[in-house]
Protein backbone atom coordinates (compact mmCIF):
# COMPACT_ATOMS: atom_id res chain seq x y z
CA UNK A 1 0.00 0.00 0.00
CA UNK A 2 2.44 2.59 -1.03
CA UNK A 3 1.42 5.84 -2.53
CA UNK A 4 4.84 6.31 -3.94
CA UNK A 5 4.74 8.24 -7.18
CA UNK A 6 7.99 7.40 -8.94
CA UNK A 7 10.77 4.71 -8.38
CA UNK A 8 12.20 6.11 -4.53
CA UNK A 9 11.18 3.85 -1.97
CA UNK A 10 8.68 3.77 0.72
CA UNK A 11 7.39 2.44 4.08
CA UNK A 12 5.02 -0.50 3.34
CA UNK A 13 2.34 0.96 5.59
CA UNK A 14 1.23 3.49 8.18
CA UNK A 15 2.80 1.61 10.78
CA UNK A 16 5.96 0.96 9.41
CA UNK A 17 6.82 4.86 9.75
CA UNK A 18 5.67 4.77 13.29
CA UNK A 19 7.57 1.01 14.38
CA UNK A 20 10.81 2.57 12.39
CA UNK A 21 10.84 5.66 13.97
CA UNK A 22 10.56 4.32 17.14
CA UNK A 23 12.84 2.33 16.33
CA UNK A 24 15.33 5.22 15.55
CA UNK A 25 14.08 7.63 18.41
CA UNK A 26 14.62 4.26 21.67
CA UNK A 27 18.33 3.23 21.97
CA UNK A 28 21.07 3.51 24.25
CA UNK A 29 20.01 7.19 25.03
CA UNK A 30 16.70 5.89 26.67
CA UNK A 31 18.26 2.80 28.69
CA UNK A 32 22.24 3.65 28.92
CA UNK A 33 21.94 7.67 28.71
CA UNK A 34 18.42 8.94 30.18
CA UNK A 35 19.14 6.65 33.76
CA UNK A 36 22.60 7.39 34.46
CA UNK A 37 21.73 11.48 33.27
CA UNK A 38 19.39 11.38 36.19
CA UNK A 39 20.67 10.01 38.07
CA UNK A 40 23.90 12.54 38.36
CA UNK A 41 21.88 15.44 37.39
CA UNK A 42 19.69 15.06 40.85
CA UNK A 43 17.16 12.74 39.77
CA UNK A 44 13.48 14.45 39.48
CA UNK A 45 14.70 17.76 38.44
CA UNK A 46 16.37 16.56 35.45
CA UNK A 47 13.07 14.38 34.51
CA UNK A 48 11.26 17.31 34.25
CA UNK A 49 13.03 19.73 32.73
CA UNK A 50 13.81 16.55 29.67
CA UNK A 51 9.80 16.40 29.66
CA UNK A 52 9.26 20.09 29.19
CA UNK A 53 11.95 19.96 26.51
CA UNK A 54 10.12 17.36 24.63
CA UNK A 55 6.74 18.96 24.90
CA UNK A 56 7.32 22.24 23.74
CA UNK A 57 10.81 21.62 21.77
CA UNK A 58 11.07 17.90 20.93
CA UNK A 59 7.39 16.99 19.77
CA UNK A 60 6.64 20.23 17.50
CA UNK A 61 10.37 19.82 15.85
CA UNK A 62 9.49 15.76 15.35
CA UNK A 63 6.65 16.82 13.25
CA UNK A 64 8.53 19.87 11.60
CA UNK A 65 11.21 17.38 10.34
CA UNK A 66 9.22 14.83 9.56
CA UNK A 67 6.73 17.18 7.40
CA UNK A 68 10.21 18.36 5.85
CA UNK A 69 11.15 15.21 4.95
CA UNK A 70 7.57 13.88 3.44
CA UNK A 71 7.24 17.09 0.81
CA UNK A 72 10.94 16.80 0.05
CA UNK A 73 11.10 13.42 -1.24
CA UNK A 74 14.78 13.27 -0.98
CA UNK A 75 17.73 13.15 1.16
CA UNK A 76 18.58 16.04 3.82
CA UNK A 77 20.33 17.80 1.63
CA UNK A 78 18.05 17.06 -1.71
CA UNK A 79 14.74 17.76 0.09
CA UNK A 80 16.49 21.25 1.79
CA UNK A 81 17.29 21.98 -1.46
CA UNK A 82 13.66 21.43 -2.96
CA UNK A 83 12.18 22.88 0.17
CA UNK A 84 14.41 26.42 -0.51
CA UNK A 85 13.63 26.02 -4.06
CA UNK A 86 9.61 26.09 -3.73
CA UNK A 87 9.77 28.72 -0.50
CA UNK A 88 12.26 31.11 -3.39
CA UNK A 89 14.58 31.32 -0.73
CA UNK A 90 18.27 30.69 -0.67
CA UNK A 91 19.57 26.94 -1.09
CA UNK A 92 22.07 27.79 2.07
CA UNK A 93 19.49 25.92 3.89
CA UNK A 94 20.89 23.13 2.18
CA UNK A 95 23.17 23.36 5.28
CA UNK A 96 20.62 21.79 7.97
CA UNK A 97 21.24 18.31 5.81
CA UNK A 98 24.68 18.63 5.36
CA UNK A 99 25.18 19.39 9.57
CA UNK A 100 22.39 16.19 9.76
CA UNK A 101 24.51 14.03 7.80
CA UNK A 102 28.13 15.17 9.71
CA UNK A 103 26.48 14.89 12.85
CA UNK A 104 24.85 11.52 12.37
CA UNK A 105 28.75 10.43 11.51
CA UNK A 106 30.35 11.54 14.23
CA UNK A 107 27.29 10.34 16.53
CA UNK A 108 27.22 6.50 15.23
CA UNK A 109 31.37 6.49 15.25
CA UNK A 110 30.99 6.73 18.91
CA UNK A 111 27.48 5.44 19.40
CA UNK A 112 29.01 2.48 17.89
CA UNK A 113 32.05 2.04 20.56
CA UNK A 114 29.53 2.20 23.42
CA UNK A 115 26.84 -0.35 21.48
CA UNK A 116 30.33 -2.42 21.52
CA UNK A 117 30.23 -2.34 25.36
CA UNK A 118 26.56 -3.56 25.76
CA UNK A 119 27.98 -6.16 23.13
CA UNK A 120 30.49 -7.47 25.57
CA UNK A 121 28.16 -7.41 28.24
CA UNK A 122 25.73 -9.78 26.51
CA UNK A 123 28.57 -12.26 25.95
CA UNK A 124 29.31 -12.20 29.84
CA UNK A 125 25.65 -11.99 30.95
CA UNK A 126 25.00 -15.23 28.86
CA UNK A 127 27.34 -16.69 31.41
CA UNK A 128 26.14 -15.43 34.41
CA UNK A 129 27.87 -12.56 36.66
CA UNK A 130 29.50 -13.98 39.07
CA UNK A 131 28.45 -12.57 42.66
CA UNK A 132 31.90 -11.07 43.73
CA UNK A 133 32.43 -7.51 45.21
CA UNK A 134 31.21 -4.40 43.89
CA UNK A 135 34.94 -2.97 43.32
CA UNK A 136 35.51 -5.71 41.26
CA UNK A 137 32.81 -4.55 38.72
CA UNK A 138 34.38 -1.74 38.37
CA UNK A 139 37.74 -3.44 37.76
CA UNK A 140 35.99 -5.46 35.37
CA UNK A 141 34.69 -2.44 33.18
CA UNK A 142 37.48 -0.38 33.56
CA UNK A 143 39.90 -3.64 31.73
CA UNK A 144 37.66 -3.44 28.86
CA UNK A 145 38.11 0.09 28.48
CA UNK A 146 41.57 -0.55 29.08
CA UNK A 147 41.50 -2.90 26.50
CA UNK A 148 41.83 -1.45 22.22
CA UNK A 149 41.33 -5.08 20.85
CA UNK A 150 38.12 -5.68 22.78
CA UNK A 151 36.71 -2.37 22.10
CA UNK A 152 37.64 -2.50 18.65
CA UNK A 153 36.44 -5.78 18.15
CA UNK A 154 33.26 -5.32 19.25
CA UNK A 155 32.90 -2.03 17.74
CA UNK A 156 33.57 -3.94 14.55
CA UNK A 157 30.69 -6.30 14.74
CA UNK A 158 28.17 -3.96 15.93
CA UNK A 159 29.01 -1.94 12.81
CA UNK A 160 28.78 -4.89 10.87
CA UNK A 161 25.54 -5.50 12.46
CA UNK A 162 24.43 -2.26 11.41
CA UNK A 163 25.56 -2.25 7.95
CA UNK A 164 24.16 -5.45 6.87
CA UNK A 165 20.58 -4.18 7.89
CA UNK A 166 20.92 -0.90 5.82
CA UNK A 167 22.52 -3.30 3.16
CA UNK A 168 18.99 -4.37 2.75
CA UNK A 169 17.23 -1.79 2.03
CA UNK A 170 14.47 0.46 3.28
CA UNK A 171 11.55 -2.30 3.66
CA UNK A 172 13.35 -5.43 2.79
CA UNK A 173 16.00 -4.73 5.44
CA UNK A 174 15.70 -1.40 7.63
CA UNK A 175 11.46 -2.24 8.45
CA UNK A 176 12.22 -5.68 8.40
CA UNK A 177 14.51 -5.33 11.24
CA UNK A 178 12.49 -2.93 13.08
CA UNK A 179 9.38 -5.05 12.77
CA UNK A 180 10.98 -8.18 14.43
CA UNK A 181 13.08 -6.28 17.15
CA UNK A 182 11.03 -3.20 18.47
CA UNK A 183 7.79 -5.81 19.27
CA UNK A 184 10.70 -7.92 21.36
CA UNK A 185 12.33 -4.49 22.96
CA UNK A 186 8.38 -3.78 24.34
CA UNK A 187 8.00 -7.45 25.50
CA UNK A 188 11.40 -7.33 27.47
CA UNK A 189 10.30 -4.44 29.02
CA UNK A 190 7.45 -5.17 30.08
CA UNK A 191 8.87 -8.09 31.27
CA UNK A 192 11.90 -6.06 33.18
CA UNK A 193 8.98 -3.52 34.61
CA UNK A 194 7.13 -6.76 36.00
CA UNK A 195 10.18 -8.35 37.71
CA UNK A 196 11.07 -4.67 38.95
CA UNK A 197 7.56 -4.25 41.05
CA UNK A 198 7.61 -8.03 42.04
CA UNK A 199 11.06 -7.91 43.08
CA UNK A 200 12.67 -4.48 43.34
CA UNK A 201 12.38 -1.54 45.00
CA UNK A 202 9.83 0.27 42.23
CA UNK A 203 8.38 2.84 45.02
CA UNK A 204 12.12 3.96 45.47
CA UNK A 205 12.60 4.38 41.93
CA UNK A 206 9.11 5.89 42.00
CA UNK A 207 10.37 8.67 44.28
CA UNK A 208 13.81 9.49 43.00
CA UNK A 209 12.35 9.83 39.43
CA UNK A 210 9.15 11.99 40.44
CA UNK A 211 9.37 13.68 43.38
CA UNK A 212 9.29 17.44 42.53
CA UNK A 213 12.52 19.29 43.81
CA UNK A 214 12.10 21.90 41.43
CA UNK A 215 15.62 23.66 43.76
CA UNK A 216 17.97 20.88 42.03
CA UNK A 217 17.64 22.66 38.45
CA UNK A 218 20.34 24.56 37.32
CA UNK A 219 22.35 25.63 34.44
CA UNK A 220 23.76 22.31 33.62
CA UNK A 221 20.50 20.30 33.88
CA UNK A 222 18.85 23.07 31.67
CA UNK A 223 21.50 22.48 29.21
CA UNK A 224 21.98 18.84 29.32
CA UNK A 225 18.07 18.00 29.29
CA UNK A 226 17.36 20.04 26.14
CA UNK A 227 20.19 18.37 24.59
CA UNK A 228 19.11 14.77 25.67
CA UNK A 229 15.27 15.70 24.35
CA UNK A 230 16.92 16.82 20.60
CA UNK A 231 19.27 13.36 20.93
CA UNK A 232 16.60 11.14 22.35
CA UNK A 233 14.23 12.04 19.47
CA UNK A 234 16.82 11.25 17.14
CA UNK A 235 16.40 15.00 15.90
CA UNK A 236 18.36 17.98 13.18
CA UNK A 237 20.36 14.77 12.41
CA UNK A 238 18.93 14.05 9.25
CA UNK A 239 17.17 10.50 10.57
CA UNK A 240 13.61 11.86 10.65
CA UNK A 241 13.98 13.39 7.67
CA UNK A 242 14.88 10.70 5.61
CA UNK A 243 12.46 7.99 6.95
CA UNK A 244 10.16 11.25 6.46
CA UNK A 245 11.23 11.18 2.88
CA UNK A 246 10.17 7.14 2.54
CA UNK A 247 6.73 8.31 4.15
CA UNK A 248 3.16 8.14 2.44
CA UNK A 249 0.67 10.59 2.32
CA UNK A 250 -2.45 8.74 4.29
CA UNK A 251 -0.18 8.79 7.26
CA UNK A 252 -1.30 11.93 10.02
CA UNK A 253 1.88 13.16 10.83
CA UNK A 254 0.59 15.10 14.19
CA UNK A 255 -0.51 11.98 15.63
CA UNK A 256 2.37 9.39 14.25
CA UNK A 257 4.85 11.73 15.89
CA UNK A 258 3.05 12.33 19.58
CA UNK A 259 2.69 8.57 19.29
CA UNK A 260 6.11 8.44 18.91
CA UNK A 261 7.06 10.51 21.46
CA UNK A 262 4.88 9.35 23.64
CA UNK A 263 6.49 5.73 22.92
CA UNK A 264 10.05 7.15 23.58
CA UNK A 265 9.39 8.99 26.65
CA UNK A 266 7.21 5.90 27.71
CA UNK A 267 10.34 3.70 27.44
CA UNK A 268 12.92 5.99 28.46
CA UNK A 269 10.49 6.45 32.11
CA UNK A 270 10.01 2.54 32.10
CA UNK A 271 13.74 2.05 31.59
CA UNK A 272 14.74 4.37 34.41
CA UNK A 273 11.89 2.36 36.96
CA UNK A 274 12.94 -1.11 36.38
CA UNK A 275 16.57 0.30 36.27
CA UNK A 276 16.72 2.07 39.85
CA UNK A 277 14.16 0.16 41.05
CA UNK A 278 17.18 -2.20 40.85
CA UNK A 279 19.85 -0.42 41.57
CA UNK A 280 18.15 0.93 45.11
CA UNK A 281 16.66 -2.78 45.93
CA UNK A 282 20.47 -3.58 46.26
CA UNK A 283 21.34 -0.40 48.10
CA UNK A 284 23.38 0.77 45.51
CA UNK A 285 24.39 4.34 44.00
CA UNK A 286 22.24 6.06 41.66
CA UNK A 287 24.59 8.48 40.60
CA UNK A 288 27.40 6.43 39.09
CA UNK A 289 27.86 8.06 35.68
CA UNK A 290 28.15 6.43 32.79
CA UNK A 291 29.29 3.41 34.40
CA UNK A 292 25.45 2.96 35.59
CA UNK A 293 24.75 0.06 32.72
CA UNK A 294 27.67 -1.60 32.97
CA UNK A 295 28.98 -1.06 36.76
CA UNK A 296 26.07 -1.05 38.76
CA UNK A 297 23.13 -3.29 37.18
CA UNK A 298 25.50 -6.32 36.64
CA UNK A 299 26.84 -6.22 40.13
CA UNK A 300 23.01 -6.01 40.98
CA UNK A 301 22.17 -9.01 38.10
CA UNK A 302 24.91 -11.24 40.63
CA UNK A 303 22.93 -10.61 43.96
CA UNK A 304 19.41 -11.23 42.92
CA UNK A 305 16.87 -14.07 42.45
CA UNK A 306 16.61 -14.61 38.61
CA UNK A 307 19.54 -12.24 38.08
CA UNK A 308 20.99 -14.36 35.40
CA UNK A 309 18.25 -14.70 33.23
CA UNK A 310 16.98 -11.29 34.08
CA UNK A 311 20.41 -9.99 33.59
CA UNK A 312 20.63 -11.80 30.15
CA UNK A 313 17.05 -10.96 29.01
CA UNK A 314 18.30 -7.04 29.49
CA UNK A 315 21.60 -6.82 27.66
CA UNK A 316 19.72 -8.17 24.46
CA UNK A 317 16.94 -5.43 25.00
CA UNK A 318 19.53 -2.97 25.07
CA UNK A 319 21.58 -4.60 22.14
CA UNK A 320 17.99 -4.65 20.02
CA UNK A 321 17.40 -0.88 21.10
CA UNK A 322 20.90 0.21 19.90
CA UNK A 323 20.86 -1.43 16.87
CA UNK A 324 17.88 0.10 15.55
CA UNK A 325 18.83 3.42 16.15
CA UNK A 326 22.24 3.26 14.47
CA UNK A 327 20.54 2.09 11.48
CA UNK A 328 18.71 5.50 11.63
CA UNK A 329 22.27 7.09 11.84
CA UNK A 330 23.66 5.48 8.75
CA UNK A 331 20.51 5.82 5.69
CA UNK A 332 20.89 9.56 6.08
CA UNK A 333 24.39 9.66 4.72
CA UNK A 334 23.35 6.39 2.55
CA UNK A 335 20.59 8.11 0.94
CA UNK A 336 22.67 11.24 0.52
CA UNK A 337 25.54 8.91 -1.44
CA UNK A 338 23.05 7.08 -3.50
CA UNK A 339 20.88 9.60 -5.12
CA UNK A 340 23.56 12.37 -5.19
CA UNK A 341 26.99 10.71 -6.43
CA UNK A 342 24.83 7.70 -7.75
CA UNK A 343 26.57 4.74 -6.11
CA UNK A 344 24.94 1.45 -5.70
CA UNK A 345 23.66 0.76 -1.88
CA UNK A 346 25.85 -1.78 -1.57
CA UNK A 347 29.10 0.78 -2.02
CA UNK A 348 27.61 3.81 -0.24
CA UNK A 349 26.74 1.22 2.81
CA UNK A 350 30.48 0.15 2.75
CA UNK A 351 32.46 3.29 1.86
CA UNK A 352 30.22 5.53 4.93
CA UNK A 353 30.74 2.35 7.35
CA UNK A 354 34.28 2.34 6.89
CA UNK A 355 34.62 5.91 7.58
CA UNK A 356 32.50 5.57 10.57
CA UNK A 357 34.29 2.79 11.73
CA UNK A 358 37.66 4.31 11.57
CA UNK A 359 36.45 7.00 13.68
CA UNK A 360 35.13 4.56 15.74
CA UNK A 361 38.33 3.18 16.26
CA UNK A 362 39.86 6.42 17.28
CA UNK A 363 36.87 7.09 19.53
CA UNK A 364 37.89 3.55 21.06
CA UNK A 365 41.85 4.20 21.26
CA UNK A 366 40.83 7.37 23.43
CA UNK A 367 39.66 5.11 26.09
CA UNK A 368 43.46 3.72 26.64
CA UNK A 369 46.80 4.51 24.10
CA UNK A 370 45.27 8.18 23.08
CA UNK A 371 43.68 8.96 26.61
CA UNK A 372 46.37 11.77 27.16
CA UNK A 373 44.68 13.62 24.31
CA UNK A 374 41.75 16.04 25.13
CA UNK A 375 40.32 19.55 23.64
CA UNK A 376 38.84 22.22 25.72
CA UNK A 377 39.30 19.64 28.78
CA UNK A 378 37.65 17.25 27.06
CA UNK A 379 38.44 13.11 25.97
CA UNK A 380 38.00 12.40 22.19
CA UNK A 381 34.58 10.80 23.45
CA UNK A 382 33.14 13.83 25.53
CA UNK A 383 34.02 15.77 22.41
CA UNK A 384 32.35 14.41 20.37
CA UNK A 385 29.26 13.96 22.20
CA UNK A 386 29.38 17.56 22.93
CA UNK A 387 29.83 19.00 19.33
CA UNK A 388 27.25 17.00 18.33
CA UNK A 389 24.45 16.92 20.98
CA UNK A 390 24.67 19.92 22.88
CA UNK A 391 25.79 22.43 19.28
CA UNK A 392 24.86 20.76 16.15
CA UNK A 393 21.47 19.36 17.21
CA UNK A 394 20.31 22.78 18.83
CA UNK A 395 21.79 24.56 15.81
CA UNK A 396 20.07 22.30 13.23
CA UNK A 397 17.21 21.96 15.59
CA UNK A 398 17.08 26.20 15.56
CA UNK A 399 17.04 26.13 12.03
CA UNK A 400 14.48 23.92 11.08
CA UNK A 401 12.00 25.41 13.45
CA UNK A 402 13.16 28.51 11.52
CA UNK A 403 12.99 27.10 8.08
CA UNK A 404 9.72 25.63 9.26
CA UNK A 405 7.70 28.27 10.75
CA UNK A 406 9.30 31.48 8.94
CA UNK A 407 10.36 30.32 5.06
CA UNK A 408 8.14 27.90 3.83
CA UNK A 409 4.99 29.38 2.74
CA UNK A 410 2.11 28.98 5.14
CA UNK A 411 -0.27 27.32 2.94
CA UNK A 412 2.34 24.60 2.32
CA UNK A 413 3.50 24.20 5.58
CA UNK A 414 -0.55 23.84 6.61
CA UNK A 415 -1.54 21.28 3.70
CA UNK A 416 1.76 19.08 4.48
CA UNK A 417 0.96 18.80 8.43
CA UNK A 418 -2.58 18.67 8.14
CA UNK A 419 -3.94 20.26 11.54
CA UNK A 420 -6.55 22.76 10.89
CA UNK A 421 -7.81 25.66 13.14
CA UNK A 422 -6.64 26.16 16.49
CA UNK A 423 -4.21 23.04 16.56
CA UNK A 424 -2.71 24.50 13.87
CA UNK A 425 -1.56 27.65 15.21
CA UNK A 426 -0.69 26.17 18.19
CA UNK A 427 1.61 24.35 16.56
CA UNK A 428 2.79 26.87 14.58
CA UNK A 429 2.71 29.28 17.14
CA UNK A 430 4.93 27.16 19.23
CA UNK A 431 7.55 26.56 16.02
CA UNK A 432 7.47 29.65 15.02
CA UNK A 433 8.48 31.39 18.67
CA UNK A 434 8.62 29.00 21.50
CA UNK A 435 10.71 26.44 20.36
CA UNK A 436 13.65 28.95 18.83
CA UNK A 437 13.11 31.26 21.86
CA UNK A 438 13.86 28.37 24.05
CA UNK A 439 16.67 27.21 21.91
CA UNK A 440 18.33 30.28 22.04
CA UNK A 441 17.75 30.99 26.19
CA UNK A 442 19.29 27.72 26.94
CA UNK A 443 22.10 28.75 25.01
CA UNK A 444 22.66 32.02 26.33
CA UNK A 445 22.30 30.67 29.24
CA UNK A 446 25.32 28.53 29.30
CA UNK A 447 27.75 30.88 27.62
CA UNK A 448 26.73 32.78 30.91
CA UNK A 449 25.16 35.51 28.89
CA UNK A 450 21.55 34.69 30.94
CA UNK A 451 21.26 33.69 34.63
N1 LIG B 1 17.66 8.48 19.56
C1 LIG B 1 18.67 7.48 19.69
C2 LIG B 1 18.87 7.16 21.15
O1 LIG B 1 18.16 7.68 21.97
C3 LIG B 1 19.97 7.90 19.08
C4 LIG B 1 19.81 8.30 17.68
C5 LIG B 1 19.42 7.54 16.65
C6 LIG B 1 19.97 9.56 17.16
N2 LIG B 1 19.33 8.28 15.51
C7 LIG B 1 19.67 9.53 15.80
C8 LIG B 1 20.33 10.73 17.75
C9 LIG B 1 19.71 10.64 15.02
C10 LIG B 1 20.40 11.85 16.96
C11 LIG B 1 20.07 11.82 15.62
O2 LIG B 1 19.71 6.39 21.49
Not at 306 to 331: C, D, Y
Not at 386 to 415: C, N, Q, S, Y
Not at 439 to 445: A, D, K, S, Y
Amino acid sequence: MTTSQGPRAHWSNRWAFFLVTVGSAVGLGNIWKFPYMTGSNGGSAFVLVYLACILAIGVPLLMAETLLGRRGQGNPVATMRVLADEAGATRWWQVIGLIGIVGAFIILSFYSVVAGWVLEYTWRAASGFAALPKEAFADAFGALLASPGKLIFWHTVFMALTAAVVLGGVTSGIERANKIMMPALFAILVFLVGYGALAADLPAAFRFLFHFDPSAINRGVLFAAMGHAFFTLSLGMGAIITYGSYLGREVSIPRTCLAIAAADTGVALLAGLSIFAIVFAQGLEPAAGPGLLLQTLPLAFSQMPGGHVVGLVFFVLVVFAAWTSAISLLEPGVSLLVERFDLGRKAAVTLLSSGVWLLGVAVALSFNEWSAFSLFGLGLFDLLDTLTTKIMMPLAGLLIALFAAWTMKRAHVEEEVGLRGGAFRLWYGVVRYVSPVAIVLIFLNVIGILG
